[in-house]
C-alpha cells in the first residue's frame, strides 16, 4: 500500500511548480551559496529535490549537483527543467531512507521538507539523517528545513496550508502535541486534473530534539533559525510564527 506523500507526488509535478512557496528558489540559493562560500568546486547533494529547483539554480551557477527524489514523476519533471534551461545536474529516483554513493559529496541539502518530516516513524526520519552524514565529507555542511512544532502549538496548521497553497486545501487537522504528529485530510487537484483525498502524517520538530538528533547521528555542531520563503538568513530568530526552521549542521 502506498503512502500518503507516493500517492500526492505520483501526478503532482507541473503544478507543485506553480505553488507559492515554490518562488523562494533564488533567495534561498543565495543562502546557501554564501554558506558554503561560494567554492565553485564544491560537489553537492539535494536530497527531496522534488521538481528539481535549487539543483537547477544551483547548476546555473556554476555548481556539480546530485538531486535525489522517490518520485519518479518529480525526477522527470526535473530533467525537463534542467535539459529546457540547458544545465546538466544528476537526477536519480533514490529513497532517502536508503542510499549510498561512493563518492562523497562535500555539502548536502534538504530543502521544503523533502522528505524530513514526512515519514511515518521517527526512525525512518532519523535514517534520512544517518544517510546525509555518510554520504558528506568532514566539515561538510548539510543545509535544511524542517516542521517546527512551536508553530501548530500557537497557530492554525489548516489556515496556513489553505492561504499558502494554490492546488492543496486542508479539510481538517488534529496536532497532536504528544508525538509532534499532525494527522490531517486534504484535497488536492494533480496535473491530469483529478482531484484526490489523502490523509496525511507529518511530523513536527522542537528545536532542542532536533539538535540532539544531530549530535546523536554525529554533526559536530548545529545551529537552528527562523525560516523564511526566499529569505534564509541566519539573522531570522526562530519564533512559534514560523512554519518551517531552518537548520545548519557541520560535520
Same mark, same amino acid.
Given at each position: ?40 568546486? #564544491? ?34 519533471? #526535473? ?173
Amino acid at each position: 500500500m502506498k503512502q500518503w506523500y507516493e500517492e500526492m507526488f505520483s501526478n503532482y509535478a507541473r503544478k507543485y511548480d506553480e505553488e507559492i512557496f515554490t518562488k523562494g528558489t533564488l533567495g534561498e540559493v543565495d543562502f546557501i551559496e554564501n554558506e558554503i562560500g561560494h567554492d565553485k568546486s #564544491a560537489y553537492l547533494l539535494d536530497v527531496g529535490c522534488g521538481t528539481g529547483r535549487h539543483s537547477i539554480e544551483l547548476a546555473k551557477r556554476g555548481y556539480r549537483i546530485t538531486g535525489i527524489d522517490l518520485s519518479e514523476a518529480q525526477i522527470k519533471r #526535473a530533467r525537463e527543467k534542467a535539459h529546457i534551461q540547458g544545465v546538466n545536474p544528476e537526477f536519480l529516483v533514490q529513497d532517502a531512507r536508503d542510499f549510498n554513493f561512493n563518492e562523497k559529496f562535500d555539502h548536502a541539502i534538504l530543502i521544503c521538507e523533502g522528505a524530513f518530516s514526512l515519514m511515518e516513524t521517527d526512525e525512518m526520519n532519523f535514517r534520512i539523517l544517518q544517510n546525509v552524514f555518510n554520504s558528506i565529507k568532514p566539515g561538510g555542511k548539510f543545509i535544511f528545513t524542517a516542521l517546527n512544532a512551536l508553530f501548530p502549538l500557537n497557530n492554525s496548521v489548516k489556515d496556513f496550508i489553505n492561504g499558502d497553497s494554490e492546488n492543496v486545501f486542508s479539510v481538517q487537522n488534529n496536532f497532536d502535541p504528544m508525538t509532534l504528529r499532525d494527522h490531517s485530510e486534504i484535497t488536492m487537484t494533480d496535473d491530469s486534473g483529478v482531484e484526490m483525498r489523502l490523509r496525511c502524517n507529518e511530523r513536527y520538530f522542537m528545536p532542542s530534539e532536533l539538535t540532539w538528533y544531530l549530535k546523536t547521528v554525529g554533526f559536530s555542531g548545529s545551529e537552528i533559525f527562523g525560516c523564511k520563503i526566499g529569505a534564509f538568513s541566519r539573522n531570522d530568530r526562530l519564533s512559534k510564527d514560523d512554519y518551517e526552521l531552518l537548520v545548519i549542521a557541520v560535520k
